[in-house]
């Protein structure tokens, strides 16, 4: 994913315990690295082919942010922002309005202001009430929870006794429409082809739906349930995943970085299709970010916690490895290319079947700092855990396409925040 100027927008194509792991006691464990590097500077590297050394030998020393293809981090929006002036006040005689977009993948609506009396509330709802959200506390200038489908209905719930005031109620100034999926994956083709003639996709495209796997790797499909889909400002695509049994996620810096960008990302998890082969998905839960606990671009890694943690606790959490990445260890990558229900990068026709580490050590943001692949990634990719196949435990953060595509070492993250998890 990558940076616009502001902040990165949407993610370059990015992605993103063993035995008889239970969802919920999942340990991660994030291996310590000797040592936390100094690193400071500012661009970004088309990543290239490192010594096969081992990381603690490449790393010494280095402090240098290396200059960056921008062409790899691939910015593209999969919905756009229309202006509204839709109200529902105390003083009108109608309590509910209708928010909708044709042929629209999800409608966003946005709170300019909302007052109201206690016990009092809104819901933003589906048509047909399979998705409603409630909101009882006043807010200002706040995204409601996104409705899948081309339809929200707004409706404001008040006490009899209420007094009519046109002061108290909801104001709606703008929503986000999400493009039809058609319509995603042609943006996601077009911007792969202007960006690089491989730009994440290596040799075809080998990933598969998550349901895909369900019955000849159930493991692998376990360990796929704690990594989220974004959806970061009403229109911006990353992956990301729990790490560690507390509230703690982890996704790229380039996706964001600071805690109010957090609080209006929408982390959504449970979304994978119903079957395979199915266009079908199961309505995710979705939470909304709560706090920026650390961030960096060296690292390229934003920590951060969700609000409404408990109802996410179900999906378990994942470990960073004890042991860095080996050339030749098989991987797989959950993640949610272009936004789409969860599938996974665990076959390589380039690597001759299984996915594989192809450099233990390679070059990110900062020299050495990444772990390079040819599993298949794609925008909206950014902040997915690659995994080991061995352990289950997560080897790196993906972060770059360029076939091989690569994610940032998972102990060097460790050690700056193993000390918050």
């Known amino acids: 994913m990558a940076a616009s100027e502001r902040r990165p927008r949407a993610d370059r194509d990015g992605a993103g315990g063993a035995g008889n792991l239970k969802r919920k006691r999942r340990k991660a464990v994030l291996a310590a690295t000797a040592g936390a590097l100094a690193l400071g500077g500012a661009a970004v590297v088309v990543p290239t082919a490192f010594a096969d050394d081992p990381v603690s030998e490449a790393l010494a020393g280095a402090s240098e942010i290396l200059p960056v293809d921008d062409s790899l981090l691939g910015l593209v929006d999969v919905g756009e922002v229309e202006q509204l002036t839709e109200s529902l006040t105390y003083a009108d005689a109608q309590d509910a309005v209708t928010v909708s977009g044709p042929d629209a993948g999800y409608v966003k609506v946005h709170f300019e202001r909302l007052l109201l009396n206690d016990g009092d509330y809104v819901t933003v709802s589906s048509p047909d009430g399979a998705e409603s959200y409630r909101y009882e506390e006043s807010m200002v200038d706040a995204w409601a929870t996104s409705i899948t489908g081309d339809t929200a209905i707004v409706e404001l719930h008040r006490a009899e006794s209420s007094p009519a005031s046109d002061a108290l109620g909801v104001l709606i100034d703008r929503a986000a429409y999400g493009f039809a999926s058609d319509v995603v994956d042609a ?142 260890e098989a991987i797989y990558i959950p993640q949610h290319p272009a936004g789409r229900p969860t599938e996974i990068a665990m076959e390589s ?72 998890l």
């Open 349 to 420: 026709s380039v690597d001759g079947g299984n996915c594989v580490v192809k450099n233990a050590v390679y070059d990110g943001y900062v020299a050495g700092s990444d772990v390079s692949y040819y599993c298949d990634t794609e925008f909206g990719s950014s902040g997915s855990p690659v995994i080991s196949r061995d352990t289950h435990e997560v080897v790196a953060l993906h972060h770059f396409g360029g076939c091989p595509n690569s994610g940032v070492n998972a102990q060097l993250i460790k050690a700056e925040i193993g000390h918050l």
């Open 187 to 328: 943006l996601v083709a077009e911007q792969a082809d202007a960006a690089h003639p491989e730009e994440s996709v290596c040799s075809g495209d080998e990933k598969k739906s998550s349901a895909c796997y369900r019955s000849s790797y159930p493991e692998v499909v376990e360990h796929a349930e704690p990594v989220a889909r974004l959806l970061i400002d009403g229109t911006v695509l990353c992956t990301a995943f729990r790490v560690g049994e507390d509230n703690r996620m982890l996704t790229n810096h380039h996706c964001f970085t600071e805690t109010w960008e957090a609080q209006q990302t929408e982390v959504w998890f449970g979304y994978d299709c119903v079957a395979c082969g199915a266009d079908a998905a199961n309505i995710p839960v979705k939470v909304s970010g709560q706090q920026v606990l650390k961030t960096s671009k060296p690292l390229d890694y934003t920590l951060f916690t969700v609000d409404n943690f408990s109802r996410i606790d179900q999906f378990g959490y994942l470990e960073l490895a004890d042991e860095p990445a080996k050339a030749g």
